[in-house]
């Protein structure tokens, strides 16, 4: 179920619940219709012409615990989508990856947090096919050796500066 339809469901069963509710208030009728008892409804209509913050301690829980579902439903949304990665960035991650394999024969740690970060931060200004020209550029060269296969020294403004001048003087 996507997460409109989620939301949807919730909403649904929130207003299922309440028409039980009035049903089980209601007077049946023997042509299959219902009366609200004149003091429900003119309990109702007192609570729909108040504002939230002029409730009843006892009303404001109530609404509280219908708000606490959508809330629960809202933070397990966020949830799922802080723990997917943007794939964009997986992508240059695992490019990164393989570049150091082939040119350096190894797979470097990655912090997903902080590189992840340095990467997402990178693709605001530069293309992938940039990065993969950086990183193409970085592992060859002697800063490389000197610094280290990081990806976050490979994106530091440091190489980035140094990588762009040399890509203008080509």
């Known amino acids: 179920m996507n997460?409109?339809?989620?939301?949807?469901?919730?909403?649904?069963?929130?207003?299922?619940?309440?028409?039980?509710?009035?049903?089980?208030?209601?007077?049946?009728?023997?042509?299959?219709?219902v009366t609200i008892p004149k003091e429900l409804v003119n309990r109702w209509?007192?609570?729909?012409?108040?504002?939230y913050i002029n409730l009843p301690?006892?009303?404001?829980?109530?609404?509280?615990?219908?708000?606490?579902?959508?809330i629960k439903l809202f933070a397990s949304q966020i949830a799922?989508?802080?723990?997917?990665?943007?794939?964009?960035?997986?992508?240059?991650i695992k490019t990164f990856r393989?570049?150091?394999?082939?040119?350096?024969g190894f797979s470097p740690e990655i912090s997903w947090m902080l590189d992840g970060a340095m990467v997402k931060k990178r693709l605001g200004r530069f293309t992938p096919e940039q990065l993969y020209d950086l990183f193409d550029w970085y592992l060859k060269s002697d800063d490389c050796k000197r610094l280290g296969c990081?990806?976050?020294i490979a994106l530091s403004n440091y190489i980035l500066n140094k990588w762009m001048i040399n890509s203008n003087s080509e």
């Open 150 to 152: 990081s990806l976050k």
């Open 80 to 92: 799922i989508k802080k723990n997917e990665p943007d794939p964009k960035v997986s992508e240059v």
């Open 45 to 51: 209509q007192e609570q729909l012409n108040t504002p």
């Open 57 to 70: 301690t006892a009303e404001k829980d109530s609404d509280k615990t219908e708000a606490d579902k959508f």
């Open 98 to 104: 393989e570049y150091c394999q082939n040119i350096r």
């Open 3 to 33: 997460f409109k339809d989620k939301v949807a469901n919730l909403c649904h069963d929130q207003w299922s619940n309440w028409m039980v509710y009035i049903f089980g208030k209601s007077i049946h009728n023997q042509d299959g219709s």
